[in-house]
Each structure stands twice: as structure tokens, then as C-alpha cells.
């Protein structure tokens, strides 16, 4: 018996699996950071269902647009983070 799957990624489509995972842990790692929980909630969920409903998508090009419009979204986040004086870059400023 084979250890090898009979679905097993190619090269490319295995690179395109990371950067999807990476995206999608980055995400959440900056969810975190929201202040208020019932934001962070709704975050989650709306993350969680778009990845969700795009997890079948098999089109090297459809992926890669999709990625791009997650680290477009995420890049948001973090700047509305920013902003607000929540992001990490600010989590090592010392306030007293």
C-alpha cells in the first residue's frame, strides 16, 4: 500500500495551500487584537465562512484573487488597528 494519497498536491497547488493557511492565521492573529469582544465575534465569523465557503475553489487564478482580497482586507484591519492605538505596533509602548 501506498502512503501517498491519490489526491496528492502538486507543487504549486501544496505553495497555494500555505499561503492560504498563513493568510488565514494572520487573520485570527489579528483579530485578536480587536478591544471589543462582540467585534472580534462577528470577525471571526465572517473570516471563518468566507474561507469556508471558498475552501472547494481548485482555480490557481480564482485562488490567487482570493488572496489577494484577504491581504487586502487584512491590511485594513491592521490599519484600523493602527489607528485606533490597538495594533501591534503598539503593543511594546509602555503606558502608564
Do not use: C
Request: glycine content about 4%.
Amino acid at each position: 500500500m501506498s502512503k501517498i494519497p491519490k489526491a496528492a498536491l502538486s507543487l504549486k497547488q501544496f505553495m497555494l495551500r500555505q499561503e492560504v493557511l498563513k493568510l488565514y492565521r494572520t487573520i485570527f492573529r489579528t483579530i485578536r487584537q480587536v478591544p471589543d469582544e462582540s467585534s472580534r465575534h462577528e470577525l471571526r465569523e465572517w473570516a471563518r465562512s468566507d474561507f469556508r465557503n471558498n475552501m472547494n475553489q481548485t482555480d490557481e487564478l480564482a485562488i490567487k484573487m482570493l488572496l489577494q482580497h484577504g491581504n487586502r482586507n487584512l491590511k485594513q484591519l491592521q490599519t484600523s488597528l493602527e489607528l485606533s492605538g490597538t495594533g501591534s505596533s503598539t503593543k511594546t509602548d509602555s503606558r502608564s
